[in-house]
């Protein structure tokens, strides 16, 4: 049975202009950034296929551009268009997260916690960062690289310049194993050790770099001097 509106009064625009946007359910607004359906389903239909496939909100919030492409009746300007919307809902929530200020921030351990369990059971290699007040409080965080099964590559200059705009105090980074293991690697090593080196220059902190892996947590110990060299990746 189609799921075509029966009343212009229903579809997902003039719901918007009648009662608002918080009246729509996430399938009415995923319908309005796609605005027309593709071959064999309207709109509603597709937005519904998508939030079936994904799990949600935060499935698609996980979804590449290149995964939108793959998913028939998406073409480059749907695509475009839903990455782009998820990623301006990922930067007004980390903004209002930099704002909150006090106590009403997120100690890093929490932090640390909630990401464990974020990257749980993700297939794909992710690397974030926290950025810490002197007091231990998350300032800003974010998910500053995504990458695939085999890894994911740190642009350290940018996490640099990143924590010297916000004047932070101190830097935490995780990232996690898809293949559930905790064990590091040597670059992983030789990272935290090349990370902390580049933070202490700038008279900042370094609290560490965790490996998480199917909801666990383990902290990166130094590589012995003298058994390897850094390349900025993983």
């Not at 003039?14 to 389903?41: D, F, H, N, Y």
């Not at 902390?196 to 560490?208: P, S, T």
């Not at 990166?220 to 001097?225: D, G, K």
């Amino acid at each position: 049975m189609k799921t075509a509106a029966s009343t212009r009064a229903e579809l997902p625009r003039e719901r918007v202009e009648r009662l608002g946007p918080q009246a729509l359910s996430l399938v009415e607004i995923i319908a309005i950034l796609l605005r027309t359906g593709s071959r064999g389903k309207n709109v509603l239909e597709l937005a519904s296929s998508l939030v079936k496939e994904y799990g949600g909100l935060q499935g698609l919030s996980r979804v590449s551009f290149r995964e939108f492409m793959e998913m028939g009746g998406l073409g480059k300007a749907k695509s475009a268009t839903l990455v782009a919307a998820l990623e301006l809902a990922r930067r007004i929530y980390a903004e209002e997260k930099a704002s909150a200020g006090g106590e009403r921030r997120e100690h890093f351990r929490s932090c640390l916690a909630r990401w464990s369990a974020r990257f749980s059971d993700e297939p794909r290699e992710f690397i974030a960062a926290a950025f810490v007040d002197r007091g231990g409080k998350v300032m800003e965080e974010d998910v500053i690289s995504w990458g695939g099964l085999e890894g994911a590559v740190l642009d350290l200059k940018y996490l640099l310049r990143r924590a010297v705009r916000l004047d932070a105090a101190a830097v935490l980074l995780l990232h996690n194993h898809p293949d559930k293991s905790l064990d590091p690697s040597v670059e992983d090593r030789l990272l935290t050790e090349h990370v902390q080196r580049k933070l202490e220059a700038l008279g900042m902190d370094f609290l560490g770099h965790y490996v998480t892996a199917g909801g666990r947590l383990a902290e990166v110990q130094h590589q012995a001097p003298g058994s390897g060299r850094y390349s900025e990746s993983w």
